[in-house]
């Protein structure tokens, strides 16, 4: 079984640019969260999906953040326009079980973004 | 809010040391608790969790931790570490509640083990 996919491993943009995160999550997942770790911090929640609806996005920092899980497959999370703040690693993580806490979380190797 | 305590930074150990890596969450509901390992270069891998039942739960490669819920901790173990256990070790806790399974993490605890 394939595990959480994320793409780019890497992205150096300057500030005020536009940069798009990918998440492929296991299949048949429903559940996607996004997570980001800044400047070796804690890792934050971001939000979460369950198949396509926004269930929590609580997490979301500001409105340049956007998330989308068309189809609830993939999802994306574009970040315009960049800030210095944003740098961090962005975690991708999914799980199966659609209505209990107690799901087994599985991360992606993450996504390092870099603002200049 | 719910919020997760890591006591410690940086951990420096020889191998076969012992270890205990210390944690500490706040909330008053029902919880489940989880510790994550991320070794160098690697993805997040879950390395043990406690639901419900026995507080001592066994994880993969030696590690253990006890729940106790009256110091609401979640202290990880482990007798004789070896040095492939150098890696960045994250506690981490969410709502036994359906609607909110966002996991809070602690800020981690980097481990270094000298040959």
Redesign the interface.
Known sequence: EA??TQFPSHSVIEKGQTVTLRCDPISGHD?L?W?RRVM??????LL?FVKESK??ES?MPNNRFLAERTGGTYSTLKVQPAELEDSGVY?C?S?RRR????????????TRLSVL | AQS?SQHNHHVILSEAASLELGCNYSYGGTV?LFW?VQYPG?????LL?Y?SGDPLVKGIKGFEAEFIKSKFSFNLRKPSVQWSDTAEY?CAV???????????????TRLSIRP
Not at chain 1, 40 to 45: A, L, V
């Open positions: 595990g959480v559940n969260y997570y070796g911090k804690e890792i934050k929640f979460h269930q929590d997490g975690f993580a799980s209505d209990s806490a107690k799901n087994i979380q599985y991360f992606g190797a993450g | 997760v489940n994550y690697q993805h997040l891998q879950l969790k639901f994250f969410n709502r036994d509640d359906s609607s909110a399974s966002k996991i809070i993490f602690g800020s981690g």
